[in-house]
Structure formats: structure tokens, C-alpha cells
């Protein structure tokens, strides 16, 4: 630091005191790469443990993960770059199984949050409905998946039956109970200075329920993927558990992997997704939390 | 209060039964689809006496606590070995978070292979799929241990295990419990989907059987019945034992909120 000439010193800090701020940035990088590394190294040393120690079995159902991610990037992602990289056999594995996914979630979603807000807000039907829910939601998924492939036969609307049926529960009882337990003040006030209905929806009993509405919505995406991959592939006409299930019969180990390993990088990608989006939307939440405490 | 309440569950249960029937006989649903509510509740007495049906039950649920019982014995020590050191925990919770989105049922068709035996496959699946919400339950709640009370302690020269089993383990319980009962019903979705895909016994292998002499989902809708029974049975006896073991926690959080 002291080699460098005060003017070029001048050009960076401008009229800062004492050439304080320059080294700012330095240590700040470094407690940012202790910090990154503190979390990092268990992950990273598991990684190279995998890769180790599949090598040393050398068996065939546990191939190197060396062997497994360019066979990842070989089945779907050496495509044309008009194509974002994607290759003939992502789109045809990735079309199905995302419109599924999205359509059931999104469809659970809304029917879920409406119909949530809904019973909320009145106390006698949500009684007169209660076991119902709670039946509803006891029922594992699956288990309806024979049912759904004979009223819908194997086809899209099987698929999405299936994770609508299963992820609604987890979003319809979170929105009940935020809606029910927002604060009467807030309410009574929104009325008192004539807010209508509608606008007290919005701006009242939405935001209160928001914090709950979102765990559920987070609950209810992962068991959507969950039951993306079970549905198709018990149904296995389409989509990635349909590679899953080619994969087993013709007993291709690497290609099995690669699958498991795509999956996973979805997982995570809508979980990385999800989180972003949530601390957007409720912001102003652990703000006031923080405000609060 | 309360009566009134059962009454209102009572009527809004016997609603649904009774419109289930109508639109069945009405013909508004093709009847071999959606057999009359009816016909779904006699079937599901029937099974009752049925010795395959309550064969494949008991082979589900033997499994799932099997499953469940051995991803609690390897969670709560790990969690608490690897929360309990500072250095370690931060490190593992990222390793978790980064396992914990990878789908169960995704590793299915690989359990298949590697595994002969169907039962291996079932409890291996619901291991791997229990461990992580317990795993995570705890690595979170050993963070969260108040410190206070844990250097209290200390400083009143109790020593580390010491303070590990009189503060750590206390207040990280319902936490863990928590965890518990989520994974319990994982374990259930993961257990049917497995019996369902792979076969081999089960109530998941019963449900998918019943299809295909013909398609009888009487006896589909019946057992899915009583495996929404068991799910509720399961997770209202996980509640209770919460509440009942944890009372003080619960009070203390009621109180603080």
C-alpha cells in the first residue's frame, strides 16, 4: 500500500482520511473467502472422497462422479446454442416433466391460496370442513396414483392430477391459518376508514397470511418434484423419470446416475429459485421482524 | 365449543359421503371410476377381514417404522456430534442443504438394482429420505441454543457433555421431534411409491394389483382409505406425544409470540 504515489492514491479514496478505505476492500474479500471457505471445504472434500473412493471400488453400480457429470452435460446439455445448449433429447426429457411440474404446482398453488383465503375467513365452514382436510392431507400421494391413471388414463392430466392432489394440502391449511389469525386491528381499522372489501383482501389479509402462504407453497414445490418423478415413473411414457425407468431396464448404471444427478440439480435449482423469490416478496416481513426484536 | 365443533367435522364428513354417492349414481362420473361412497366404505370394512390385504399393511408399516427408527438413529447422533462442534456445523448444514432437494424417489430405480432384495430397497429409501429433515432439524437447533444458559453453566464448572445433555439436548428436542414427525411421513409417501414402482409386497403393490384384474377401484379407493386413516392416525399420535412431552416448550413459545 505505502509504494503507491499519493496522487494515484487521490484518484481512488478522493478525500478520504488517511488512506483507510483502500485496505477496506482487501479485508473485506478476505473475510468473505474465510467465510465461503468455512462453508465450502466439508462439500468440496466430499466430493473429492466420492470421486476417490469410487475409483478404488471400480463397481460398476458406483461409477466415479468423473464418469457422471460429462455424461450429464453429453445426454443434455451439448446442444446447439440456438437451442441454450440443450440437446433433441432434453427438450424431448425436459418438456413434459417441467409443464407437469408447473402446471400441477401452479394450479395447487392458486386453488390452494383462493379456496384458502376463502375458509379462512369463516370460521363455521372450516369447522364443517376440517377432518375433510385433514384426511385429505393424511392420505399419502401415491396412493392415488392408480386411481388417477384409471380416470385419466397416462396422460397429461394424469400427471398433473397426481401432484395437484398431493401439493394443494400444504398450501391450502398454511393459507388458512394466516388468513385467521390476521390482526383484528388492522382489519377493523381498514373498515373503519372504509376500505373495501376487495382492497382489504389485497392489502390486509394477503400480506398478513404471506409469511405462512409462502412455507406452504416451499413444502409444496419439493413434494411436487417428488411426485413429478414417481408419476412418470410408474406412468413412464415421458419425461426424465421415463430415462430413469430406460435406464434400470437396460440396466446403463452411468446413464441411471446422470439421471439422479439432473434431478438433484433441479431440486436445487428451484429451491435456490424459490428462496430468492421469497425474500423478495417478504422483504418488508423480516423487516419488520427485525424492527420488532 | 368443542361438541359443536365435532358435530359441524360430523355433518361436513357425511356431506362428502353423501355427494360422492349421488354423483356416482348419477352417473355423472363413469361408476367403475368413482364407485359409490357406499360400495368404497363397505369394501373398506371387507378388508378388514381380509388376510392379504392386512398382510400387505403390516409389511408397509414394518418397513416405514424400520426405516424410521434406523434414520433416527443415525440423525439425532450425527446432528448432535457435528452441531455441537462450531466449525463442523456450519459446514454441514451447506453439505444438507445441498443433499437435502435431490428427490427420494429419484434414487428408486438405482435401489432396485443394487438391492435384491424388496424389502432392502424399501428400507433403504425411506432412510435416506428420513435422515435429512431430522438431520437438519437438529443441525439448526444446536444453533440456536440459547448461549447464555450453555456458558451459565459452564462457568458453574459443569463440563462439556455435562452441559451438552442438561442444556443442548433440552431445548433442541422439539425441534427434533419436529423433525421427526415430517420425516414420518415422508417415509410413508416414499414407502407406497417404492411398493408401487418396484413391487414386492406392500399396500403400495395391493393398490396397484387391484387395477389390473380388470380395474376395481372399489378396493383401490378402500385401501387408499385406510392408508389415509393410517397417515392421520400416525401424525395425530406424533402431535399429541409433542405436545404432551414438550408442554413446557410450548407454553414458552406461546408466551413469547
Redesign the interface.
Known amino acids: 500500500m505505502s509504494i503507491r504515489t499519493p496522487s494515484a492514491d487521490r484518484t481512488v479514496t478522493g478525500a478520504a482520511p488517511g488512506g483507510t478505505r483502500p485496505r477496506r476492500p482487501v479485508g473485506r474479500t478476505r473475510r468473505f473467502g474465510t467465510w465461503a471457505l ?6 468440496a472434500g ?1 466430493g473429492v472422497l466420492w470421486q476417490l473412493s469410487a475409483r478404488a471400488a471400480d463397481n460398476p ?1 458406483f461409477p466415479p462422479p468423473s464418469e457422471i457429470f460429462p455424461l450429464v452435460r453429453d445426454l443434455w446439455f451439448s446442444g446447439p446454442a440456438g437451442h441454450l445448449f440443450l440437446t433433441e433429447k432434453a427438450i424431448d426429457d425436459f418438456t413434459p416433466s417441467l409443464a407437469h411440474i408447473f402446471a400441477g404446482w401452479i394450479g395447487a398453488s392458486l386453488a390452494g391460496i383462493v379456496v384458502g383465503v376463502a375458509l379462512g375467513r369463516s370460521r ?1 365452514a372450516t ?6 382436510l ?3 392431507r ?10 388417477f ?3 385419466f388414463h397416462i396422460a397429461d392430466s394424469m400427471y398433473i392430477a397426481v401432484i395437484i392432489f398431493g401439493v394443494i394440502w400444504p398450501v391450502l391449511l398454511n393459507t388458512i391459518d394466516g388468513a385467521r389469525t390476521v390482526d383484528s386491528v388492522q382489519l377493523d381499522t381498514a373498515k373503519v376508514f372504509g376500505v373495501s372489501g376487495w382492497l382489504r383482501l389485497w392489502q390486509v389479509i394477503l400480506p398478513a397470511a404471506a409469511p405462512k402462504i409462502f412455507a406452504g407453497l416451499r413444502v409444496s414445490l ?1 413434494l411436487a ?2 411426485l ?3 408419476s412418470e ?2 406412468g413412464s411414457t415421458a419425461g426424465i423419470g421415463d430415462h ?2 430406460n ?2 431396464r437396460g ?1 446403463q ?1 452411468p446413464e ?2 446422470a ?2 444427478v439432473l ?2 440439480i433441479l ?2 435449482l ?2 435456490g429459485a424459490f428462496v430468492l423469490v421469497e425474500r423478495r416478496v417478504l422483504a418488508w416481513h423480516r423487516g419488520a421482524l427485525r424492527h420488532e426484536g | 365449543m368443542t361438541q ?2 365435532a358435530v ?6 357425511a ?2 359421503i353423501a355427494i360422492i354417492e349421488l354423483v356416482s349414481r348419477a352417473g355423472l ?1 363413469d361408476e ?3 364407485p359409490p361412497a357406499s360400495t368404497v366404505l363397505t369394501r373398506a370394512v371387507g378388508q378388514l377381514g381380509d388376510a392379504d390385504f392386512l398382510k400387505s399393511v403390516g409389511s408397509t408399516l414394518q418397513a416405514w417404522a424400520g426405516g424410521l427408527l434406523l434414520a433416527i438413529a443415525i440423525a439425532v447422533p450425527l446432528g448432535l456430534a457435528l452441531g455441537s462442534i462450531r ?2 456445523g ?6 444438507v442443504e ?2 437435502r ?10 435401489a ?3 438391492f435384491a432384495s424388496t424389502t432392502n430397497v424399501k428400507i433403504s429409501l425411506i432412510v435416506y429420505a428420513a435422515t435429512w429433515p431430522i438431520l437438519i432439524n437438529t443441525l439448526y437447533a444446536l444453533r440456536d441454543v440459547d448461549p447464555l444458559a450453555k456458558d451459565t453453566l459452564r462457568s458453574f464448572g459443569f463440563g462439556r457433555l455435562s452441559v451438552l445433555w442438561r442444556v443442548t439436548v433440552p431445548s433442541a428436542a422439539p425441534f427434533v421431534t419436529t423433525g421427526v414427525r415430517i420425516s414420518a ?1 415422508i417415509g ?2 416414499v414407502v ?2 417404492a411398493e ?2 418396484a413391487g414386492g409386497g406392500g ?2 403393490t395391493y ?2 394389483e ?2 389390473s384384474g380388470g ?1 376395481r ?1 372399489d378396493l ?2 378402500a ?2 382409505l385406510w ?6 392416525v400416525i ?1 395425530t399420535a406424533l402431535v399429541w406425544a409433542e405436545r404432551k412431552a414438550f408442554r413446557w416448550h410450548a407454553e414458552r413459545t406461546e408466551a413469547t409470540t
Not at chain 1, 369447522?127 to 375433510?132: A, I, N, R, T
Open positions: 468455512s462453508r465450502i471445504w466439508l462439500i466430499l453400480y363455521t369447522e364443517f370442513l376440517d377432518p375433510l385433514q384426511f385429505g393424511a392420505i399419502p400421494p401415491p396412493t392415488l396414483i392408480p386411481f391413471i384409471i380416470v419439493s418434484l417428488i413429478m418423478v414417481i415413473l410408474v430413469l425407468v435406464a434400470q440396466f448404471l441411471m446416475w439421471g439422479i434431478l438433484g431440486g436445487l428451484f429451491n | 359443536a365443533r359441524r367435522g360430523a355433518i361436513g364428513v356431506g362428502a362420473i367403475t371410476a368413482l466449525w463442523l456450519t459446514a454441514s448444514r451447506v453439505v445441498f443433499l432437494p435431490i428427490p427420494s424417489v429419484a434414487l428408486i430405480p438405482l432396485i438394482v443394487v411421513s410413508l409417501v407406497i411409491s408401487l414402482f399396500l403400495g393398490l396397484s387391484t387395477q380395474g377401484t383401490l379407493l385401501g387408499a392408508a389415509g386413516l393410517i397417515g392421520l401424525n
